[in-house]
């Protein structure tokens, strides 16, 4: 027969057809409650002699011991097995149903029992399934008696003095054997008890075998072939017997019987098993013949959760299997009618009988009378699902697993979801099951969703061992229950301290603390719960004192928690808001040590101090959680109005708790203080609109907190300082009054993939000393900086998002210091990183972009090594250096930006070294107002506005730079400004090499400068400077030129290969010219005069060759106008004209802009007017805009 098993279907519900004489009448129902041992008080008895029913447990170790139903279905070998209980049948009105236990005894849980096959001892058949407690007996033995319809059992110890001795005859061997303990004789002198193992066999081939077979009518795991099915009781075959049988609280018999001879023989008068009619016509008891069928269903062997189903049953003879049963009504003729080839529930209704008169069975005589199958047989086959379902529903848990056991319908039946979840919540509460699947660790789970087939009676049997603080149900007692109630949390916790001293105290049995209990257990659990404190017994072998509190206010209740117990919430729907805890003075809850396992879970904590009190709370806390413990706090909800000290305070070595899915809220002080070296795991907690910090850490305490949401603060969200460390790992910080995350005086926590967003001042903030590592978070959206780090602090601020901030990403000021690294940082309305104020950070690998102000701003005195980041498509400059600083900028990519690149201003200095500077709106470069930076080894090119521009009174060492590809000049000096360059490779500008004008200066040496559209070096307007060594070739236009009252020094230097010759001056211009080296020019302005075309074929307006130019006050020409020699000649023939100058112009006679056309050149190209210098640079707008 399959063991307990987990099921939630209720498909098997089926509705009867049974009508009219066909429905077999049942025992009246006895009142009260039938499952219930409690309520029926009759005294033990060793014999069968009582005159009244009654149902009695004289079992002194265990007050709650299982009746006969819970007896497990065994089948049994012929073998007499020692200690092995009784089977007796009996039905005089004066008869006692009795269940006798053996000498041996065996314990089990009641939700894993199994069942067992007969080859075991007897300690083990029969095994009781006691629900959260241990069962000190077994038994299969059942002695059946109806009085006035009420059927009563007796489960006692008794010596096997008590009873008769039987003989057990062996047919085969011829001898015979004493069988102790196994009969009882009643009033009448008859013998109503059957040997336990099933029968006296005889020594003759007509030995007679009164028992139960192993293969029932009934049983649904063996189908017996319908050849068999004519063999029947007649028969002289020898064989052994065995037995399986089990009873339920109701008195009626509910297990089956088999034999492997199948037989019923005559026998030597040896025992009488007598059975009188009933001598009222209103006794209900009715006998039904057994069906003359062998088919079965097959059973469906499919793994469930619980214990595994048992494998069927072994035939130990090799005759035929036959069925202890009589024929059925109609003889022969219903043998043929193939009615046992259906199965028992839909057999035809002929084949049962109903009578009053019950059968004789005499062992000595040849005959063998008809015995039909009993009201058990019929309770356990033949009634509705829906009648048992109903009958069900008023038992307990320890009553349906025990059913569970009976077959495997009942086991179906017994499982049903909607039973258990009856059952469950009206003990917990719950609205879903809760499980314990781990230790200190308490879950809820959708039914759906969890693997169990029966969820509930799951949760059930996990949380079965605790004890329960409901008010009003402490003298309340259940039959069928073990679970013990208080009035007070003090008293739940107290509970096990009184157990174990009475484990100690050496109890006898039946003894045992149980005063101002309900349902006490017996010494086995006693016993149980001492090993508790077993030092040497890991905890999850002995998990502590479980302790339910149910709906309810527990006021100034004082819970000081030093052992490992798990205090629970009980209540439907929000559990925690219905189970709330308060104190005004004093802590609410305090675990210190010893408190290494506990368990706080489902509740409010609050702490209330009475704001008139004059007791200072600043060391009274709602938790307090004290050295040397680490208990678990898990979705509870907690609450302070005290104006000082925290809600929650860990302090202490080897502090260690575990603070999970807390509401910690609406304090007027700290949410959670973390303090003294203590640690702790805090996970997934809603720590909001506290009056101070969120959270301090302090003093050497090194949390972990993992994925807490912490927020609206009227403070800081998290607060670590003198000393605080910390693990911080996806927290949600956002929307504190001040900033998110604040780190101060030497504390030094690991913030790892936070978001810290929507500060009302910053995100993190970073002073006095203060370390820390932030990395990979997210920070954004707050009304100041992301992160500002200040006054001698150096944190880490390693691949972070920081961005969309109301001010700037990272502001680094007051001697701050740092190291930012491997960010993203884009989209904030200010700098992207501002250093400032003697602030030396190390800024290398971010990506920093799209800003709406500047890349990098380092001003007033701030310093930093800034490199190999990328800073690029910012609004204004990619990197600001003023007033006095002195970065150092190496191997950064600054690109694609709407202004300048990098921009020195206002005695700017530092390093420009390694960089790549291009694609810049301005120049790539900007000096001016008294910077003087170093700029080396830079790549700066595509500027739509040259390379780089140095102007009002700037300076700088430019060295060994490439500036090729840029819109205009690749190097601007002008407005009194003095740079030095040298050795730089200045080429391919789409206009000139190097531009000085408007009295610029500078020092040009060893410069490569080539391939330029305009001059290599043009200098205009009273600028003087001084090239030396440089070596100017292959340009599109001369080599230099000179021009507007400029003058130059001009040393050494090559000039060659340029179109329009080496050195070109204008009217006026004497330089200083000494050594130079013009040579391999191709004078390409002095061929087309000669070769008589107009100039500008050979210039067109994009540049400007230098020779004779001339005015037509014929042609109304203005001062802005020039035509050159050949077309004064030819165009202008006759006219008006007068000689201006020779200096840089194209000609505006060929280029069309005169009233008549030129005859020397074309159509007209272009309408504009002569330059006589290149465009003027744009400065940048940084400063208007600031």
Same mark, same amino acid.
């Given at each position: 027969?399959?063991?307990?098993?987990?099921?939630?279907?209720?498909?098997?519900?089926?509705?009867?057809?049974?009508?009219?004489?066909?429905?077999?009448?049942?025992?009246?129902?006895?009142?009260?409650?039938?499952?219930?041992?409690?309520?029926?008080?009759?005294?033990?008895?060793?014999?069968?002699?009582?005159?009244?029913?009654?149902?009695?447990?004289?079992?002194?170790?265990?007050?709650?011991?299982?009746?006969?139903?819970?007896?497990?279905?065994?089948?049994?070998?012929?073998?007499?097995?020692?200690?092995?209980?009784?089977?007796?049948?009996?039905?005089?009105?004066?008869?006692?149903?009795?269940?006798?236990?053996?000498?041996?005894?065996?314990?089990?849980?009641?939700?894993?029992?199994?069942? /067992?096959?007969?080859?075991?001892?007897?300690?083990?058949?029969?095994?009781?399934?006691?629900?959260?407690?241990?069962?000190?007996?077994?038994?299969?033995?059942?002695?059946?008696?109806?009085?006035?319809?009420?059927?009563?059992?007796?489960?006692?110890?008794?010596?096997?003095?008590?009873?008769?001795?039987?003989?057990?005859?062996?047919?085969?061997?011829?001898?015979?054997?004493?069988?102790?303990?196994?009969?009882?004789?009643?009033?009448?002198?008859?013998?109503?008890?059957?040997?336990?193992?099933?029968?006296?066999?005889?020594?003759?081939?007509?030995?007679?075998?009164?028992?139960?077979?192993?293969?029932?009518?009934?049983?649904?795991?063996?189908?017996?072939?319908?050849?068999?099915?004519?063999?029947?009781?007649?028969?002289?075959?020898?064989?052994?017997?065995?037995?399986?049988?089990?009873?339920?609280?109701?008195?009626?018999?509910?297990?089956?019987?088999?034999?492997?001879?199948?037989?019923?023989?005559?026998?030597?008068?040896?025992?009488?098993?007598?059975?009188?009619?009933?001598?009222?016509?209103?006794?209900?008891?009715?006998?039904?013949?057994?069906?003359?069928?062998?088919?079965?269903?097959?059973?469906?062997?499919?793994?469930?959760?619980?214990?595994?189903?048992?494998?069927?049953?072994?035939?130990?003879?090799?005759?035929?299997?036959?069925?202890?049963?009589?024929?059925?009504?109609?003889?022969?003729?219903?043998?043929?009618?193939?009615?046992?080839?259906?199965?028992?529930?839909?057999?035809?209704?002929?084949?049962?009988?109903?009578?009053?008169?019950?059968?004789?069975?005499?062992?000595?005589?040849?005959?063998?009378?008809?015995?039909?199958?009993?009201?058990?047989?019929?309770?356990?086959?033949?009634?509705?699902?829906?009648?048992?379902?109903?009958?069900?529903?008023?038992?307990?848990?320890?009553?349906?697993?025990?059913?569970?056991?009976?077959?495997?319908?009942?086991?179906?039946?017994?499982?049903?979801?909607?039973?258990?979840?009856?059952?469950?919540?009206?003990?917990?509460?719950?609205?879903?099951?809760?499980?314990?699947?781990?230790?200190?660790?308490?879950?809820?789970?959708?039914?759906?969703?969890?693997?169990?087939?029966?969820?509930?009676?799951?949760?059930?049997?996990?949380?079965?061992?605790?004890?329960?603080?409901?008010?009003?149900?402490?003298?309340?007692?259940?039959?069928? /229950?073990?679970?013990?109630?208080?009035?007070?949390?003090?008293?739940?916790?107290?509970?096990?301290?009184?157990?174990?001293?009475?484990?100690?105290?050496?109890?006898?049995?039946?003894?045992?603390?149980?005063?101002?209990?309900?349902?006490?257990?017996?010494?086995?659990?006693?016993?149980?719960?001492?090993?508790?404190?077993?030092?040497?017994?890991?905890?999850?072998?002995?998990?502590?004192?479980?302790?339910?509190?149910?709906?309810?206010?527990?006021?100034?209740?004082?819970?000081?928690?030093?052992?490992?117990?798990?205090?629970?919430?009980?209540?439907?729907?929000?559990?925690?808001?219905?189970?709330?805890?308060?104190?005004?003075?004093?802590?609410?809850?305090?675990?210190?040590?010893?408190?290494?396992?506990?368990?706080?879970?489902?509740?409010?904590?609050?702490?209330?101090?009475?704001?008139?009190?004059?007791?200072?709370?600043?060391?009274?806390?709602?938790?307090?959680?004290?050295?040397?413990?680490?208990?678990?706090?898990?979705?509870?909800?907690?609450?302070?109005?005290?104006?000082?000290?925290?809600?929650?305070?860990?302090?202490?070595?080897?502090?260690?708790?575990?603070?999970?899915?807390?509401?910690?809220?609406?304090?007027?002080?700290?949410?959670?203080?973390?303090?003294?070296?203590?640690?702790?795991?805090?996970?997934?907690?809603?720590?909001?609109?506290?009056?101070?910090?969120?959270?301090?850490?302090?003093?050497?305490?090194?949390?972990?907190?993992?994925?807490?949401?912490?927020?609206?603060?009227?403070?800081?969200?998290?607060?670590?300082?003198?000393?605080?460390?910390?693990?911080?790992?996806?927290?949600?910080?956002?929307?504190?009054?001040?900033?998110?995350?604040? =780190?101060?005086?030497?504390?030094?926590?690991?913030?790892?993939?936070?978001?810290?967003?929507?500060?009302?001042?910053?995100?993190?903030?970073?002073?006095?000393?203060?370390?820390?590592?932030?990395?990979?978070?997210?920070?954004?959206?707050?009304?100041?900086?992301?992160?500002?780090?200040?006054?001698?602090?150096?944190?880490?601020?390693?691949?972070?998002?920081?961005?969309?901030?109301?001010?700037?990403?990272?502001?680094?000021?007051?001697?701050? /210091?740092?190291?930012?690294?491997?960010?993203?940082?884009?989209?904030?309305?200010?700098?992207?990183?501002?250093?400032?104020?003697?602030?030396?950070?190390?800024?290398?690998?971010?990506?920093?972009?799209?800003?709406?102000?500047?890349?990098?701003?380092?001003?007033?005195?701030?310093?930093?090594?800034?490199?190999?980041?990328?800073?690029?498509?910012?609004?204004?400059?990619?990197?600001?250096?003023?007033?006095?600083?002195?970065? =150092?900028?190496?191997?950064?990519?600054?690109?694609?930006?709407?202004?300048?690149?990098?921009?020195?201003?206002?005695?700017?200095?530092?390093?420009?070294?390694?960089?790549?500077?291009?694609?810049?709106?301005?120049?790539?470069?900007?000096?001016?107002?008294?910077?003087?930076?170093?700029?080396?080894?830079?790549?700066?090119?595509?500027?739509?506005?040259?390379?780089?521009?140095?102007?009002?009174?700037?300076?700088?060492?430019?060295?060994?730079?490439?500036?090729?590809?840029?819109?205009?000049?690749?190097?601007?000096?002008?407005?009194?400004?003095?740079?030095?360059?040298?050795?730089?490779?200045?080429?391919?500008?789409?206009?000139?090499?190097?531009?000085?004008?408007?009295?610029?200066?500078?020092?040009?040496?060893?410069?490569?400068?080539?391939?330029?559209?305009?001059?290599?070096?043009?200098?205009?307007?009273?600028?003087?400077?001084?090239?030396?060594?440089?070596?100017?070739?292959?340009?599109?236009?001369?080599?230099?030129?000179?021009?507007?009252?400029?003058?130059?020094?001009?040393?050494?230097?090559?000039?060659?290969?340029?179109?329009?010759?080496?050195?070109?001056?204008?009217?006026?211009?004497?330089?200083?010219?000494?050594?130079?080296?013009?040579?391999?020019?191709?004078?390409?302005?002095?061929?087309?005069?000669?070769?008589?075309?107009?100039?500008?074929?050979?210039?067109?307006?994009?540049?400007?060759?230098?020779?004779?130019?001339?005015?037509?006050?014929?042609?109304?020409?203005?001062?802005?106008?020039?035509?050159?020699?050949?077309?004064?000649?030819?165009?202008?023939?006759?006219?008006?004209?007068?000689?201006?100058?020779?200096?840089?112009?194209?000609?505006?006679?060929?280029?069309?802009?005169?009233?008549?056309?030129?005859?020397?050149?074309?159509?007209?190209?272009?309408?504009?007017?002569?330059?006589?210098?290149?465009?003027?640079?744009?400065?940048?707008?940084?400063?208007?805009?600031?």
């Amino acid at each position: 027969m399959p063991s307990a098993s987990f099921t939630s279907s209720r498909s098997y519900v089926r509705r009867s057809r049974r009508k009219g004489a066909n429905r077999i009448a049942l025992p009246n129902r006895p009142t009260g409650n039938i499952m219930d041992p409690m309520l029926q008080n009759i005294p033990a008895s060793g014999a069968a002699s009582s005159s009244s029913s009654t149902l009695q447990n004289n079992n002194p170790a265990n007050s709650n011991n299982a009746c006969v139903a819970s007896s497990t279905m065994v089948s049994c070998s012929s073998s007499i097995v020692p200690n092995s209980s009784l089977v007796a049948v009996s039905t005089p009105s004066n008869s006692v149903l009795t269940n006798s236990t053996g000498a041996g005894s065996v314990s089990s849980e009641l939700f894993n029992a199994s069942t /067992r096959t007969c080859s075991q001892s007897s300690s083990e058949i029969g095994v009781l399934c006691n629900f959260g407690s241990s069962s000190s007996s077994s038994s299969i033995g059942l002695s059946v008696s109806n009085q006035n319809n009420i059927p009563s059992i007796s489960n006692f110890n008794s010596s096997v003095s008590n009873f008769a001795n039987s003989q057990i005859i062996d047919s085969d061997a011829g001898s015979s054997s004493s069988c102790t303990g196994l009969s009882n004789v009643n009033s009448t002198g008859n013998v109503t008890m059957i040997s336990n193992n099933g029968v006296c066999n005889s020594s003759t081939s007509s030995a007679a075998s009164i028992g139960f077979c192993h293969q029932s009518p009934y049983d649904l795991r063996r189908k017996i072939p319908a050849t068999n099915h004519e063999q029947w009781c007649n028969s002289n075959t020898t064989a052994s017997s065995s037995c399986s049988n089990a009873l339920s609280h109701t008195g009626i018999l509910t297990g089956t019987c088999s034999t492997i001879s199948s037989s019923i023989c005559t026998s030597p008068p040896t025992i009488n098993v007598t059975s009188t009619s009933s001598a009222s016509a209103s006794s209900s008891s009715a006998i039904v013949h057994a069906p003359s069928t062998s088919a079965t269903f097959p059973v469906n062997n499919a793994h469930t959760t619980g214990a595994p189903l048992a494998p069927p049953p072994t035939v130990h003879s090799s005759v035929p299997q036959q069925h202890c049963s009589a024929l059925p009504i109609g003889g022969a003729a219903a043998i043929e009618d193939n009615n046992f080839m259906l199965p028992a529930r839909k057999r035809s209704r002929r084949l049962y009988a109903q009578s009053a008169d019950i059968a004789n069975v005499t062992i000595g005589t040849s005959n063998c009378t008809q015995v039909g199958p009993t009201a058990a047989q019929y309770l356990q086959y033949e009634m509705p699902d829906e009648v048992l379902l109903v009958i069900f529903s008023y038992l307990m848990e320890q009553d349906l697993c025990r059913l569970s056991l009976v077959c495997k319908r009942f086991n179906t039946i017994a499982n049903d979801t909607e039973l258990w979840k009856r059952l469950y919540q009206s003990v917990f509460e719950y609205d879903m099951p809760l499980f314990n699947p781990e230790l200190c660790k308490f879950v809820f789970e959708k039914p759906e969703e969890i693997e169990y087939t029966n969820p509930w009676k799951e949760s059930f049997r996990q949380l079965y061992r605790g004890v329960h603080v409901r008010p009003g149900y402490q003298d309340k007692k259940y039959s069928g /229950r073990n679970i013990v109630f208080f009035n007070t949390i003090q008293a739940a916790l107290d509970y096990p301290e009184e157990r174990a001293a009475a484990a100690a105290a050496a109890v006898t049995p039946g003894g045992g603390v149980t005063a101002g209990l309900s349902n006490p257990t017996g010494s086995a659990s006693v016993n149980a719960l001492a090993n508790l404190y077993e030092d040497n017994v890991p905890p999850n072998e002995h998990p502590g004192p479980l302790i339910f509190l149910h709906t309810g206010h527990y006021k100034g209740e004082y819970l000081f928690i030093d052992s490992d117990v798990a205090l629970i919430g009980a209540a439907p729907g929000n559990v925690a808001e219905s189970v709330i805890l308060e104190r005004e003075a004093g802590s609410t809850v305090m675990f210190v040590e010893g408190a290494k396992y506990a368990y706080v879970g489902y509740l409010t904590l609050k702490f209330s101090p009475d704001v008139t009190s004059t007791v200072s709370h600043h060391k009274h806390y709602c938790l307090d959680i004290g050295e040397n413990c680490s208990p678990t706090v898990d979705n509870c909800i907690i609450r302070s109005s005290s104006v000082v000290g925290a809600a929650v305070c860990v302090g202490g070595v080897n502090a260690n708790p575990v603070i999970r899915n807390c509401d910690i809220s609406d304090c007027e002080n700290v949410g959670l203080y973390v303090t003294d070296y203590a640690q702790g795991t805090y996970e997934h907690n809603e720590i909001s609109r506290n009056a101070l910090a969120g959270i301090w850490v302090k003093n050497y305490a090194s949390p972990i907190m993992r994925e807490n949401h912490i927020h609206h603060g009227r403070d800081v969200g998290i607060f670590t300082f003198e000393n605080g460390m910390g693990y911080f790992e996806k927290n949600d910080i956002h929307n504190n009054r001040i900033a998110g995350f604040e =780190v101060k005086a030497g504390a030094n926590p690991t913030v790892v993939k936070c978001e810290i967003h929507h500060g009302q001042t910053g995100g993190i903030y970073v002073h006095e000393n203060g370390l820390g590592q932030f990395i990979e978070n997210r920070i954004h959206s707050n009304n100041f900086a992301g992160v500002w780090i200040t006054s001698n602090s150096n944190p880490t601020i390693r691949k972070n998002e920081i961005y969309n901030g109301h001010q700037g990403g990272v502001y680094i000021f007051g001697e701050g /210091r740092g190291l930012i690294e491997h960010n993203n940082i884009y989209g904030n309305a200010l700098a992207g990183i501002q250093i400032r104020t003697n602030s030396d950070p190390i800024v290398r690998h971010n990506k920093i972009h799209h800003g709406q102000h500047g890349g990098i701003y380092v001003h007033e005195k701030g310093q930093g090594l800034i490199e190999e980041n990328e800073v690029y498509s910012n609004t204004l400059a990619g990197v600001w250096i003023t007033t006095g600083s002195t970065p =150092v900028l190496r191997r950064n990519r600054i690109h694609s930006g709407k202004q300048v690149g990098v921009y020195f201003y206002d005695n700017g200095h530092g390093k420009l070294e390694d960089n790549d500077i291009f694609n810049h709106l301005y120049s790539g470069v900007q000096i001016r107002t008294g910077s003087n930076p170093v700029i080396r080894g830079n790549k700066i090119w595509g500027g739509q506005n040259g390379g780089v521009l140095v102007y009002n009174g700037g300076l700088g060492l430019l060295e060994q730079n490439e500036i090729f590809d840029n819109a205009m000049a690749g190097v601007w000096i002008k407005t009194d400004s003095n740079p030095t360059l040298r050795r730089n490779k200045i080429y391919d500008g789409r206009d000139g090499g190097i531009c000085i004008f408007n009295g610029g200066k500078g020092i040009l040496e060893e410069n490569d400068i080539f391939r330029n559209t305009q001059a290599g070096v043009l200098i205009s307007t009273q600028s003087h400077p001084i090239l030396r060594r440089n070596r100017i070739y292959d340009g599109q236009a001369a080599g230099v030129e000179i021009t507007n009252n400029a003058t130059a020094t001009l040393e050494h230097n090559q000039i060659f290969k340029n179109k329009f010759g080496g050195l070109c001056l204008a009217s006026g211009v004497q330089p200083i010219t000494r050594g130079n080296n013009i040579f391999n020019n191709e004078d390409e302005v002095e061929k087309a005069v000669s070769g008589g075309q107009c100039l500008y074929k050979i210039s067109s307006y994009t540049s400007f060759p230098m020779h004779d130019f001339y005015r037509c006050q014929t042609c109304n020409t203005t001062d802005r106008n020039a035509i050159c020699v050949n077309c004064i000649k030819n165009c202008h023939a006759g006219h008006d004209v007068e000689f201006i100058r020779h200096d840089r112009f194209f000609c505006d006679c060929g280029a069309g802009t005169l009233s008549n056309q030129c005859q020397l050149q074309g159509e007209p190209t272009q309408d504009t007017d002569t330059l006589y210098d290149s465009a003027a640079p744009m400065e940048s707008h940084t400063l208007m805009v600031n």
